[in-house]
């Protein structure tokens, strides 16, 4: 159990400075001026100091401390405690995913923003899947993750029941976003896939509501 719990704490310490170390390396080789903003061809729109690669990099140190109060506070209820560790986790993992493109983006020139829109699609695909995953599992009604809206928060098994149900419609919808990343040209994938997402988080709505009647 303490080998386990140190591979956990290793796991968070590289989640949380690895992203800084790598954007303050990324630094010394890039321009004085990176791309910045990019158009659905992939053409450069906007230009910005290199020292900006560093505010993602510091966001993810500020959620990943965010995350340890929270935890430290103990404000998501015991049953959820462990599912919420889980999440906060695979976040700032996602978070490290986006940071390691942005790097590869600015060393290797303005070539790879032309396939942004495809990318975003296919992590969020990723997120999506996890979350489908991980919904169902959520037992009690919490303020901090889950499908939440108004009208659930005070009936458990309706909580319950939309928190299984927006589990199978994110599944559907990662699947989704990930055939667009693979099939859909760059300059409507991010479209198509907030098409998606906005019928999944409806649809999901229009369920809760109903069975909370």
Known sequence: MLVEQRKIYLLDVILTFLPILL???VIWYAPETIASRFDLEGNVIATASRWTIVILPIFILLLSGF????????LVGGQNKEISRYIFRVTLLLFNAIAFFQFVLILTGVSMGSQMGRFMSFLIGIFMIFIGNVSPKIKETNKHFGFRVPWIMNHDEAYRKTQRFFGFASIISG???ILISLFVVNKLALIFAS???LVTI???AVYSYKISK
Not at 67 to 74: A, F, G, T
């Open 23 to 25: 954007a303050l390396c």
């Open 195 to 197: 098409i998606v997402l």
């Open 67 to 74: 995350i340890k109060w929270i935890d430290y506070k103990e």
């Open 202 to 204: 409806v649809i999901t």
């Open 175 to 177: 699947i989704i976003f």
